[in-house]
């Protein structure tokens, strides 16, 4: 096991110290998350039966979700434990996700937790569907009409243009938060960044072209379909199909068993495809923001 970069050794033992309280296989999550440099300890607090953690999606980027809370019985408690976490590490917003099975609601099955998000203050913004592709499916037929070239080849000023470009009247919703809030620009940065820095072999993150002009681009990750988005100026001629297409069959012939992949409830174009590909709804994921006032 190794150490993140730059850590001393005392690091690691402070680290583990804090991740003890956590009961497996929180703690070893956590431990696995802190040699990749995605948690840190003085991102991890307890009070009480509450427990909390926050992770980032690649080693240098700041926290963007709550991580391994479980809110223990008390809802007042735990949201005592949520507004100090945010103050003591001066956020100015984080997401917190419920994943449930078809069917289920945060009201009712986690209320706990739900409750103690609200009187923290976050609020439940977005439905996702929680999506699957399973070995032993047919694969999507790939129609051959793109050639795909590998984004870590190219020059990093020209994938950052067609983030910035697929962000155009995207349907996700925290697409069109970020693009709001932050601009294209700085959300395609934060994008590129998080998107270059996943387990995928190299070149599994692939621009998808027709001739030399590009179409959109698919992000398999090392379980995922991370990412995929289309040009506004392809869009309604489903090339999302032809990209979906590609990082299934990424993959699936890579061997992997199980392809996971999430999109907005609302975003019907998006849904579509992933069922056309021979993905099946398995669940549901409930997304709440909160928000510095």
Known sequence: MGTPS????????????LFDQFPEPARSQLVSAFEEGRTRPEWCF????????????????GPVITWQFDPGPDPVAAAGLVRRSLAEMRLSKMIHDIPLRPGLSPVVDRAVEHEALTLAGFTMEVERLM????????LPDDPGRLTYRPARRMDPSYVLDILIRVSEGSLDHDTQVEVATVGAEREARWMYDDLINRKAKPDWFVIGCLGDAPVGLVVPDDHSIAYIGVLPEHRGHGYVNDLLARGTRTLAEAGVPRIVAATDAANVPSAGAFLRAGYAEVGRLFRYYWRAS
């Not at 730059?6 to 110290?17: D, I, K, L, Q, V």
């Not at 307890?46 to 980027?61: D, K, M, N, V």
């Not at 999506?131 to 047919?138: I, K, M, Q, R, V």
């Open 46 to 61: 307890t009070e009480g039966q509450a427990r909390l953690a926050y992770w980032a999606p690649f080693p240098g980027s």
């Open 131 to 138: 999506l699957e592709w399973a070995a032993g499916t047919d």
């Open 6 to 17: 730059g850590s001393p050794p005392f690091a690691r033992m402070e680290a583990f110290t």
